[in-house]
């Protein structure tokens, strides 16, 4: 069971600026979803890597989901 259940579970042909494509490769890496995404991960990096307790690091990681799904308009983890 995931710990942040998905937010949505229509399918999209058209991912907006704040959807996270799970992927690899040049395409996904560069769309601005992502490069926000690795933005909000660097930011949050030194407080996840110092953090003692799994619950802790938890908590970082389900910070930086939310973050990205309160943004406007809200950001998706979409796979192909």
Do not use: M
Not at 3 to 15: E, F, G, K, V
Not at 55 to 75: C, H, M, T, W, Y
């Amino acid at each position: 069971k995931p710990l942040i259940p998905p937010s949505d579970t229509t399918h999209t042909t058209s991912p907006h600026n704040n959807d996270v494509l799970c992927g690899r490769g040049g395409t996904i890496n560069a769309h601005p979803g992502n490069e926000q995404y690795r933005k909000f991960v660097e930011r949050k990096k030194r407080v996840y890597l110092t953090a003692r307790f799994k619950r802790e690091k938890r908590l970082i990681a389900s910070s930086i989901v939310e973050e990205i799904r309160n943004l406007d308009p809200p950001g998706r983890f979409l796979q192909k």
